[in-house]
């Protein structure tokens, strides 16, 4: 990975600026999660069902809102990422709510180095691999940490929507992963006109590499769904509708823009 340390660099640099405007946003309404109001999805909350007592790890946890929710749950939870400012704040939240969450901060391919847990759930969700090179490495860390029989489950952002530009109305960007696509980057999702600027370094992962590589590390998928809908207004020309869900304006749910993915760890 060590090719890849320039582009980890700067993408913790990003998201150490991000977390600085996320922490006040709308978007989060962290008033409203400290006063008890999850930040999990319905899709996750079916789709990954009762975790009451279980071990949960959770890849990628930006500032831990759903870490801590899944312990909320029941789970006894615990959170890793890159960004120290998110870990930093995550530990904060933590501390404050009087949760019991252990956050841990290090780049994913690094964890083998920081945890020797074995868990009974592996999350991760909404805008995760895309910032991760190679899945092979990523697929072989889950089944890792997972105890046999262990789930792991993802729900992200769909393939199909990063080929295009930022308004959809154009391909702009290649399926399959090709190279690495660098951006230079102003303001953030949760608030477009904030006063940051980054130089970001992402990677698409075609639905083939995502699935073959968790089937290669023996996890068995056993769930695989696709919404053309997000619970988020994170992207340009959406609007609101059903159930709250946010779709892309002009598309009438022709693309998928979410997909979700269950898998069980089989016993050697």
């Known amino acids: ?24 946003s709308a978007f989060y309404d962290l008033v409203s999660f400290k ?44 959170g890793i990422d890159f960004s120290d400012e998110a870990i930093k704040l995550a530990k904060e939240i933590n501390t404050e709510l009087d949760m019991h969450v252990e956050f841990v901060c290090c780049n994913v ?7 020797d847990n074995k868990f009974d759930i592996v999350f991760t969700s909404y805008g995760t691999i895309g910032w991760l090179p190679n899945l092979d490495d990523w697929a072989a ?19 199909t929507l990063w080929m295009m530009d930022e308004n959809f109305e154009k391909i702009k960007y290649n399926y399959f992963n090709t190279q690495v696509i660098t951006e230079e980057i ?15 370094h992402g990677w698409n992962h075609p639905l083939s590499e995502i699935i073959t590589a968790l089937l290669k ?9 696709e919404f053309p809908y997000s619970p988020y207004n994170c992207f340009k020309n959406m609007e609101q509708g059903q159930a709250g869900m946010w779709r892309i304006i002009g598309m009438d749910e022709k693309m998928p823009i979410l997909y979700s993915i269950k898998a069980v760890k089989q016993s050697q």
């Open 1 to 24: 990975m060590k090719i890849y340390q320039t582009y980890f660099e700067e993408n913790k640099l990003s998201w150490n600026k991000r977390t600085a405007i996320h922490k006040d």
């Open 217 to 225: 590390h023996n996890l068995r998928i056993k769930l695989f769904n």
């Open 141 to 159: 860390l889950i089944a890792h940490f997972l105890k046999p029989g262990g789930i792991f489950y993802m729900v992200d952002f769909h393939p």
């Open 109 to 115: 391919y690094d964890l083998k180095q920081h945890l």
């Open 186 to 200: 102003s303001g953030t999702y949760s608030d477009r006109n904030a006063s940051i600027k980054s130089i970001e």
């Open 35 to 78: 006063n008890g109001i999850s930040s999990l999805n319905k899709i996750e909350l079916d789709e990954l069902g009762d975790v009451k007592g279980k071990n949960l790890l959770h890849l990628q946890c930006h500032f831990g809102m759903d870490t801590i929710s899944w312990e909320r749950e029941g789970a006894i939870a615990t």
